[in-house]
């Protein structure tokens, strides 16, 4: 039932009036918070224990890049560039954008600093933010942060198959289900054959006259996006359209067949999937993505993607090196991992809280927290309050193993309260000999009892 305009009107008079204005993030744009950090550092983690295992070295670059960089790799026909990208002038006049993928930036990186001189293959990765500008949707933001991963200077479809396996131990050792498609677009020659055969295909049977306005733009500027659109009446044209592995010379085929027996030797499951193109400009031979298993929509939620890109690092000035990689989405990860069951590390579990009641105590809680820290021990502390009560309330919510109390009696005592959370048992403790004492609790929990009977008054 509508609520009478007059009782609103006189709600919003009693509510008083904010002397300033609160803002709200940007559209498309996300906070992490706290309790998601979990899943963020489970997922980096990953990423950085894999990519080191692998012999990757991680690398940063920055968020912001020349404009021109990204025109002339990732391409200005592809959607990134020619409609996603947050480009602008700055200041001094440069055209500059905020990187929206990860290769380009670092193809610069391996060229600038020489990294030809390095032995080779360059194995490098990198976690860290992008932009587009998108439509936001769920698991579709305009800052959003990527995994990526990078090998310079090794031709050989060894790297590619390394490559895919890394990119499904990831998602594999991280629980989430995935398929992965892979297919070979080839060489700039092999495209170009079969670009006229596809060209032919949309010719017969009035089909060109069927596209979407997009794809009779793709036809003009990149036939091969052609493969990539998602419109219904598009899409079914797409089930009988030539394939491109049909297309490809021997040096193409062998080297796709050669990753497939990879891929197969360590039982990676794949789809060979004909349609797949990646539909940025730099790619040639292997391309992959990564989907979800089992879901709809999972071309269009797409976990990751990569491949192989040889000719890049000459377009962009460096010497030809061949060069392979990908990057795999964190926010569309974490979502998934959100999904399973997979066992999370508490930060806090079996740590030392400290409690302390009245002023005095707080001083010389502070000291002791600072004490312990130092030697190691993982404390935590709630100095801010004064409750008991609330203190070992959080102290349990942590999973706190022992907290130590100190009050009134204990200062003047030079002593110390340790209470076992999981008992409640509460014992007295000479306060210089803390440390060692929970050490030796901390080292070896069946020695509580004699521990009790040594040097300890006992108090329940
Ligand atoms: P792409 O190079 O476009 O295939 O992107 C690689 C991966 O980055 C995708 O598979 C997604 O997981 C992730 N990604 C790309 N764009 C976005 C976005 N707008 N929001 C969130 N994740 C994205």
Known sequence: ?????????????????????????????????????????????????????????????????????????????????????????????????????????????????????????????????????????????????????EMFGEPSPVADAQIILIAYNFFKELQVPVQIQVNSIGCKDDRKSYVSKLLDFYKERGRKSKLCQDCRKRLVKNPLRLLDCKEEKCAAMLADVPQIVDSLCDDCRNHFIKVLEYLDELDIPYNLNPLLVRGLDYYNKTVFEIWPLGEDQARQASLGGGGRYDELVEQMGGRPTPACGFGLGMERTIAKVKETNIPLKNHNEDCIFIAQLGEQSRRKAFLLFEELRRSGIKVRQMFTKDSLKAQLEEANKLGAKFSLILGQKEIIDGTVLIRDMESGIQEVVDYKKIRTELEKRLANGEKREELRNENLEVRS
Not at 35 to 53: M, P
Not at 67 to 94: A, N, R
């Open 1 to 149: 039932m509508p609520r009478p305009a007059k009782k609103i009107a006189k709600e919003k008079e009693a509510q008083p009036q904010k002397k300033y204005k609160s803002y709200a993030r940007l559209r498309g744009m996300r906070d992490v918070l706290f309790d998601e950090y979990k899943y963020w550092d489970l997922v980096t983690n990953k990423a950085v224990d894999l990519s080191r295992t692998y012999g990757f070295k991680r690398i940063e670059t920055p968020a912001l890049e020349s404009l021109e960089l990204y025109e002339k790799s990732t391409g200005e026909s592809s959607d990134i560039v020619s409609k996603e990208m947050y480009s602008f002038v700055d200041k001094s006049g440069e055209k500059i954008a905020l990187r929206p993928e990860g290769t380009p930036g670092l193809v610069r990186a391996y060229v600038e600093h020489g990294m030809f001189n390095l032995p080779q293959p360059v194995k490098m990765f990198l976690i860290g933010p992008f932009f587009r500008h998108d439509k936001p949707q769920s698991g579709r933001y305009r800052q959003f942060s990527q995994f990526n991963l």
